[in-house]
């Protein structure tokens, strides 16, 4: 039986999106979602941009379980008052919605995602126009109960090409009383006609001390080593998570060790690296690998353009590592060309399934010869 397919829509190990209440360093684009709402200027489908990780599915989620739990807000014509505007789109976790979205049986919500191939139980690569399509049979039921229905589609960049027509057919014609949040990290993949007829909400990157408040809302201590955690994830918690379940920091000073042997580079070492990559379910820490090799090649190439290298160490004895690596700017501009290269190299390895421990001896040894 094939292994379950993992899930696309979170990082291994960390609490779902629907299961995060607190979204932190976002309060622009939460404001700006609710003033809509307060004021009747809902728009029918929203567009959540912003880096990976940074908390755009946790919003969805939010706004979804906003939409299907608070009442409309009363218009100026309502005598009877209504209900006081609601100030936030926090929403008691008793509430009959917010029990019914944690154990996945909201009706009025649907989640759209890549799903598995059920022949070969791996995840498919793209949302596919048939996952677009049954949505048709979910928006005919507002009219029929009269509530709101929400769609998520997480990510947006992932469907195909019939998916995305299939996709911008509902938006040219929104269904009454419907909400579609699409979740894009790269917007300009979209058809332009999708990003139209959409609302952008963008959601930043976050700081230091945000991103150790949202670890550990989730359940993750970044403990001594947060700033290195935040210095290579770029601001994005979902990738500090990654990096800090799959053990990222270890393998970056790892990488900087390595890098420290140059121009020699220890091979024995390198080995050593490259089996440990190699070994059976080992994937998501292979992919890891190459992520943090791109990010050393780049803090290389940083270091020379600017002539000094990054403020904040990700490893130890970093700082001299990349001062005596790269120098200069043409050392500089070196670096990043290894870094086009070899890595394009192996990304079109993995894709055809070479041999792991091949690319990374391979990769490692294209780093040499530029030292």
Known sequence: MADEAPDPTRVPGAPHPRETQLLIGQEQAEAAFLDAFTSGRLHHAWMLTGPRGVGKATLAWKMAQFLLATPDPAGDDDMFGG??????????????????IAAGAEPGLVSVTRTPNEKTGRMRDKIGVDDIRKLAGFFQMSSA????????????????????????????EPPERATLILITHQPSGLLPTIRSRCRTLRLNTLNGPQMEQAMQNAGVDPGPGGSALSELSGGSVGEALRLSLLGGLEIYNEIIGLLGTLPQMDRARTLRLAEAAAQRGAEEKLDLLFTLLEIALS??????????????????????????????AHQGRAWADISHSALARARHGRAVNLDPAALVLDTMFKIQSTA
């Open 83 to 100: 209900p006081p505007a609601p100030t936030a789109l926090d929403i008691s976790p008793d509430h009959p919605v917010a029990h019914r």
């Open 145 to 172: 109960d009269g509530g709101r229905r929400v769609v998520i589609v997480d990510a947006a960049d992932d469907m195909n090409v019939q998916a995305a027509n299939a996709l911008l057919k509902m938006l040219e």
């Open 299 to 328: 803090r290389l190439a940083r270091t020379g353009a600017t002539g000094a290298p990054p403020q904040t160490e990700a490893a130890r004895g970093e700082a001299e590592v990349l001062s005596r690596l790269s120098g200069s």
